[in-house]
């Protein structure tokens, strides 16, 4: 985050909510690029988020990758669905024991140009079901697009990215309606 200060970029980050730390916690968000994970691991780490990623990234990303690897994040192979829910149900069994929070993009893949897509549901299901005693928390991003809007080079410069984090939201029967729901929050603030 701070390399990328070197380009003018800014980051707002706004949490008004007291989110308990004794149960666990999925944080449900858009995904603009690469540069939305950071903000959430830094400003979200007294909760130790693990990531659902791509297993591409699990490889030559220096720091990156070997935490993904390493530090309790899934891997999940996109063209491999059976792999890719098992071990998004690890994830969520061992938030559920650990009181740690994981981190989604339910949309599936990156927004280019900062237009929300439609959420996919499943993985989003399978951890809500094997974390059953977890808040789900939807996190709005902005802007964070801009950075690679002409690829990794140039870099956008002057981007200011801003991060609304909505209040906690208990679970409910319905996983279908309560994740549309979701869904509805965390476009609500995407500008």
């Known amino acids: 985050m701070l390399c990328t200060n070197l380009l003018g970029t800014r980051y707002t980050f706004i ?30 780490r007294k909760f130790h ?20 690897r390493h530090a309790g994040s899934v891997l999940i192979d ?7 829910l098992t071990e ?12 740690r929070s994981a981190v989604i993009f339910p949309e599936g893949t990156r927004s280019r140009d900062g237009q929300p897509k439609h959420f996919r549901t499943t993985g989003l299901k399978i951890l809500m079901k094997t974390a059953p005693s977890a ?12 950075l690679l809007r002409y690829g990794k080079f140039p870099m956008g410069v002057g981007s200011h990215l801003k991060f609304y ?3 906690p ?10 994740i549309s729901l979701i869904e ?7 500008q």
Not at 17 to 32: D, E, G, L, S, Y
Not at 78 to 84: G, L, S, Y
Not at 169 to 178: A, G, K, P, V, Y
């Open 15 to 44: 949490n008004k909510n007291n989110i308990a730390n004794n149960r666990p916690k999925i944080f449900v968000a858009n995904h603009q690029s690469m540069f939305d994970i950071p903000p959430i691991i830094w400003y979200m």
């Open 49 to 68: 988020p693990k990531f659902v990623s791509k297993k591409e990234l699990g490889k030559g990303i220096p720091s990156v990758s070997y935490n993904l």
């Open 78 to 84: 996109r063209n491999n669905n059976k792999q890719a």
């Open 88 to 99: 998004i149900a690890k994830l969520g069994r061992y938030i559920e024991e650990h009181k």
């Open 135 to 146: 808040i789900i928390i939807p996190i709005s991003i902005n802007n964070s697009w801009k």
């Open 165 to 167: 984090v909505h209040p």
């Open 169 to 178: 939201m208990e679970r409910t029967e319905n996983l279908d309606d309560f």
């Open 184 to 190: 509805d929050k965390v476009k609500s603030l995407i």
